[in-house]
Every structure is written in C-alpha cells, then in structure tokens.
C-alpha cells in the first residue's frame, strides 16, 4: 500500500492527439487521486473518459503522441521504459474492465488468471500467490472453491469479483475502474459497488471510477471530475458538484437523469452533438449546444476557475454567475 503523502495519481496538462484528427482527443487535461480516495470521471460517450484512465497504465491507441505527465505514485509512465512500465502494470497500478467475460480466458482456471501476473513476475511464489489469492476471494465474498473453477462455470457478478481480487494481488496503490458494473443487474451492481467501497477502506487504494451514470457517481465518489470533448468542463467534492453545478453541461446532464420525485416529467434532452474530432476548436468545446453561449464562447476556449469561496470547485466556463441559481432546461 502506498503511504506517501503523494497522490496515486497526478495527471497535468496531458494532450494526446491521433492520426487524423485535427486536434487532441484528450487536450490539457489536469486530474489527481489522493491515496484512500474514490474519484468520478463523468461523461456523454466519447469524452474521454476511458482513455483518461488508460494512461495511467499507457495502454494508448496506435501513433498516439502525448504531452504532459502522468505520475503514478510519483512515476510518469508515459516515460518509463519497458521493464518498469511492466513492474508498474503488474502491482503498483491495477484495472477492473467493464466486461469481465472479455477480459478472461474461458480456457483457463481462475486459479490461473488470478495468479499468473504475479508468478510471471517472480514477485512471489506459486505458494505465496494462491495463498494471496484465496484471501483476496475471501475479501471480496467468495471462497477457494473458485480456483479450480473456469469462467463458464459462475455468473457475471461472481467473475466481476474475480476480476477485483485479481486486480488487488498486486497490492496497487491506485485502481482504475472502467465501467466495471454496466454488464450487471443492478442487484449485484450494487453489491459489487459496496464491496468496493470495503476494498478501498481495507487496503487504502486510490480509485478512479469511470461512469456515465451521474447518480451512481454522487454516491460512490469524494470528489468528482465531468469530461466533454476531451476536456475537464467541472470538477469538485461531489456534494458541491451535483448540488451546485457551474458548468452548463454539468446542469445539462443532471437536468437529463430520470428523478423518483418527478416520475411524469418529461425528460430534458441535450440537443446538438459533441465536435467532429477532424474539425478545429477554437473557443469552448460546449458552446454550440449551450443556451449560455455568447460570442466569447465561440472563439475563446474558457479556463478552469474556482468558485467564489470555493477554491475546491472549478468550472471552465465563461459565463458561470450565470448559471447559479438557475436550472438548464437543454
């Protein structure tokens, strides 16, 4: 377990552009984890979200170049070389996928998955890693048994809590989780979501929670972090965030999220789409959708400033006063 007082993660000023595209599908994007913290990465589909998280381990697309740091538990792993980008990957940073069935062999064993990064590493023992992994199954509610098992053989929530253990042999000081519970009920959703809660408790390990669902996010996080077109739009304690939202986009996308109390209202819809990643931006990336938007959003892009008495709350957006104390109807 990391004890320093440096983040687990400590992503500034990260660009990544592809092939192709005519500016950064990730651009200026400045992201932390405390240790012993669970943080919110939130967001329509092809925001970003995803690939924020993957650099933490440099699992980039073909022909990416990047800018920036990424440093995890003090390392930047877009420098590192092979061998100790591989010690990083094996333990000090691990990643729960949101499809545990794609992310498991069927041919083999639990017992093997579960171990294999580990011995491969000559980290420990054959000895040392089953003993490791029958105590993570244990921590996340499942027993030895499970070993000997192959994928096939238990539901999609049982395999899901493979999946942590296995990310959790490493003893890692951050873990990324991708969407990790969109293929379950929301029975075992739920439960998967309180086990790792426990896990961060028990072990102390950083988390960044990859997710579009803005209510699951406002229970799971301590602070939270709302991507659009590759840009952080707002960020802050989740409390403040979804009670106080300073970003049109962030009041846009709860304004969108079905509410017990208003079951016969009429959902509010988000019109327009993101940018064309082949097209330039010059000003904010959220201005030809927002009900806010003035002639200065068009043509200069906004940057993150804090909330009057809240240096903890930022908000890329030119036209923030305006937003307080008013609902976006998109």
């Known amino acids: 377990m990391n004890t320093s007082d440096r983040p687990a993660l400590d992503i500034q000023g990260l660009r990544i552009t592809l092939p192709g595209t005519a500016r950064p599908v990730l651009d200026g994007i400045d992201l932390t984890v405390a240790v012993g913290e669970t943080v919110a990465l939130v967001g329509e589909s092809g925001s970003g979200k995803s690939l924020t998280s993957r650099s933490a381990l440099r699992l980039l697309p073909p022909g990416a170049v ?20 591989r010690a990083l990957r094996t333990g000090t940073v691990a990643m729960i996928f949101q499809d545990p069935r794609a992310a498991i062999n069927p041919l083999r064993r639990i017992g093997d998955f579960l171990t294999e990064s580990v011995r491969l590493n ?90 579009h669902d803005l209510d699951l996010a406002a229970v799971i996080s301590d602070r939270v972090y709302v991507m659009y077109a590759g840009r952080i739009a707002e960020s802050g304690p989740a409390e403040v965030l979804f009670e106080h939202p300073r970003h049109p986009y962030t009041a846009a996308l709860l304004a969108s999220t079905p509410r017990m109390e208003n079951p016969q209202g009429r959902l509010a819809a988000i019109d327009g789409r993101p940018p064309d990643l082949r097209m330039e931006l010059t000003g904010c990336a959220f201005a030809a959708r927002c009900p806010l938007a003035t002639e200065l959003c068009d ?23 305006r937003l307080e104390g008013s609902a976006i109807d998109a």
Do not use: N, W
Request: aromatic letters at 2%; proline letters at 6%; one cysteine or more.
């Open 66 to 85: 990047t800018e920036g740091t990424v440093l995890v538990d003090g390392h930047d792993v877009l420098t590192l070389d092979s061998e100790r980008l």
């Open 299 to 321: 043509h200069q892009a906004p940057l993150p400033l804090p909330a009057p008495g809240r240096p903890d709350h930022h908000a890329a957006c030119h036209h923030s006063d």
């Open 122 to 211: 000559r980290t420990m023992s054959a000895a040392e890693a089953e003993a490791r992994a029958v105590e993570l199954l244990e921590a996340v509610g499942l027993d030895d048994t499970a070993l000997a098992k192959y994928p096939g053989q238990v539901s999609g929530g049982m395999l899901q809590r493979v999946m942590i253990a296995t990310a959790l042999m490493g003893d890692p000081s951050l873990l990324l989780a991708d969407e990790p519970t969109t293929a379950l009920d929301v029975t075992t959703q739920a439960e998967v979501i309180a086990l790792l809660g426990r896990l961060r408790e028990r072990f102390g390990t950083g988390l960044l929670f990859v997710t």
